[in-house]
């Protein structure tokens, strides 16, 4: 009788959360729209995956791609090297870590992006680019943080 309390008390516990299913291949096929772009050096399109609120608050973003560009080549190469799903008030996320190559400049790339509201269009949030001569990083927009918990 126990046990079948505590499976009933578990099928209304998973039954009253709003579950969902997340797939990876969403987000990465954005991931793959961006990096396409700048593999042909189109970075209007490039900027087109990112979410609206990144480009009105990262108004130096399309200088920096477009310096990278100018200055090291198109991206030659862009491997996924990692994804994790993450949270966010708007609806589900992904951050993935990309193995980036432009020419002879190398560098470790964090997208953030998310589904806003539920609906199927993945936007970019965020963007980290971290060198990986000099180990410099610089950010643009929303990137989430890992918390860690101490348990005893």
């Not at 008390?9 to 797939?23: P, Y």
């Not at 993935?96 to 992006?113: D, Q």
């Not at 949030?125 to 918990?149: A, F, I, M, Y």
Request: proline share 4%; hydrophobic share 40%.
């Amino acid at each position: 009788m126990q046990k079948l309390l505590v499976t009933f008390a578990a099928l209304l516990a998973i039954g009253g959360c709003n579950v969902q299913n997340v797939d990876v291949a969403q987000p990465v096929a954005v991931a793959d729209k961006f990096y396409g772009a700048l593999k042909s050096g189109d970075g209007k399109a490039a900027l087109a995956q990112f979410a609206p609120e990144f480009k009105s608050q990262v108004d130096n973003w399309p200088r920096l791609l477009g310096g990278l560009q100018e200055k090291y080549g198109h991206v030659t190469a862009a491997d996924l090297q990692s994804s994790s799903l993450a949270a966010n008030d708007d609806g589900p996320c992904y951050s993935l870590i990309y193995a980036v190559k432009r020419g002879s400049f190398a560098s470790n790339e964090t997208l953030f992006l998310c589904a806003k509201d539920g609906t199927s269009v993945w936007l970019i949030r965020g963007h980290e680019v971290t060198r990986l001569d000099t180990n410099q990083t610089v950010t643009g927009g929303v990137l989430p943080k890992e918390v860690g918990v101490h348990v005893p």
